[in-house]
């Protein structure tokens, strides 16, 4: 994973581009492994780490009428975060988490190792995905770490 974050980190500084993380269920991993890497001051601007709803809504302006229809490990959650990551940093790409890492908390609709992720950058369209991960709760969140980091370097090389 270093060798990824140190390629991001060239690609940000060649683009002059400062990144932000919002984390639910991977709870300020991304921003561990972007910080483990020295001088990764000159690119990653902060990172949020937003477990509960309310977190979502009062640090990144997740309306709670999303939250209530569509429940935190959504589509609609998860873009409204990287946006709100956008507006209240210095940012110009986000990338944030949102899922079930397990043990429990799964449904039939979100099982066990469904993680949605989200990339925004200024003035383009929000990127998402979703994935189900396999395995116990340290693999599900350490996969999604993994995909996080990918997708900032995809979205830096667009």
């Known amino acids: ?14 683009e002059n581009v400062m990144i932000a993380t919002a ?10 492994e972007i910080t483990a890497v020295a001088g990764s001051s000159a690119w990653f601007d902060r990172g949020f780490v937003t477990y509960s709803n309310q977190s979502k809504h009062e640090m990144l302006g997740v309306a709670e009428q999303t939250l209530e229809q569509y429940g935190a490990v959504s589509e609609p959650v998860v873009i409204e975060m990287a946006e709100g990551v956008l507006l209240h940093s210095s940012a110009q790409l986000s990338v944030v988490t949102s899922g079930v890492a397990g ?6 609709e979100k099982p066990v190792g469904t993680v949605w ?3 925004a950058v200024r003035d383009k369209p929000t990127r998402t995905a979703v994935f189900q991960f396999n395995g116990d ?4 969140r350490k996969q999604a770490v993994r995909v996080a980091l990918e997708g900032i370097l995809q979205n830096l090389t667009l």
């Open 1 to 14: 994973m270093q060798q990824l974050v140190s390629d991001i980190g060239r690609q940000a500084v060649a």
């Open 23 to 32: 984390e639910s269920c991977t709870g300020g991993w991304i921003a561990q």
């Open 103 to 108: 043990p429990g908390g799964g449904s039939a």
């Open 117 to 119: 992720f989200a990339w």
């Open 137 to 140: 709760r340290e693999s599900v």
